[in-house]
């Protein structure tokens, strides 16, 4: 009778033990997207007195803050019909949309077609074959309007192939949109309303001008910095209003600074840019490695190098939140490479 009522006991109370908690999946990996972490950065900031965070975008499942838009234009594009049923998607990316792309693409259904400039990292390309993308490289030392600029090739791609949509990150208003959705309020959520300021690397324009709408609508003394390269136009432009030809020529940093005016960039909400060098940008990215354990694409070393050159505009009481857009895994054989970093000239001089 005791061993049959320890029995009975026992199975109760692994009943109440069981029910103690709840499946928690996501349904595929696209439910993985969002909900980042904050991290508070402390030696490389030096003497800046401010809180200083950085918004940590590798935590996505393709290792970037670009899966956000990537789904988010797929399901725009589903919604109006752009985008069909086995349709095929194509793309101009420079990697990181690429593999928000391939990924929602797996799920999805769709084939994907990754356009890409020939001086991306060879991992970028590896990456996204291995998640089933047809790649295309194209020469990066072309005018855009060059019928064999990435712009060209997968505009072109586009109206060749049957039952497929472009979709254009450059252009595309829900880029910014899913920036303004999901990466705005999480940092005002993480910061308890209190960031001050929000530094980040500007391309396509998505993150800055959905991050800096959403958080100037909650505050409108947000600051909102750009981070920009030189051999780019936003700077001169965001300053001068002039698109000034001159200002173009090749750079190495990637992700970043442009040749064109995308349509993603609202110029209206940014507070100023800075320029950061190739150079300043490849020893940033090693030393965030180095002295955060942050590791980290190339554009992170231009967006924390770009923070440290705004160091006068910060106070003690602020709070500055710097995005980090993606993984040093795709800048093993450049950027953590010594080799490389050495034929660049990136080499730091001795004190
Ligand atoms: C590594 C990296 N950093 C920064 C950016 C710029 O982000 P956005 O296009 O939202 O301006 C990109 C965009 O392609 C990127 O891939």
Redesign the pocket.
Known sequence: METYLNLLFSSINCTFAASKYTMDYAENILGTIGNTPMVKINKIIGDIPALVLAKYETFNPGN???DR?AVKMIEDAEADGRLKPGGTIIEG?????GMGLALAAIVKGYKMVCVISDKQSKEKVDILRAVGSEVVVCPTDVAPEDPRSYYSVSKRLAEETPNSWYVN?YDNPS?AKA?YESTGPEIWKQTDGKVTHFVV????????SGVGKYLKEQNPNVKIWGIDTYGSVFKKYHETGIFDENEIYPYIT???GEDILPK?VDFSIIDGFTKVTDKDAAIYTQKLAKMEGFFL???AGAAIKGLLQLKEHFTKDDVVVVLF??HGSRYVGKMYNDEWMREQGFVEEEA
């Open positions: 970037s803050v670009k838009m990316t420079s990697g990181n949309t990150q880029n920036h690397g500007v391309g396509t324009g998505g993150t800055i990637e992700g970043i993603n694409g190339n554009s857009h993606d």
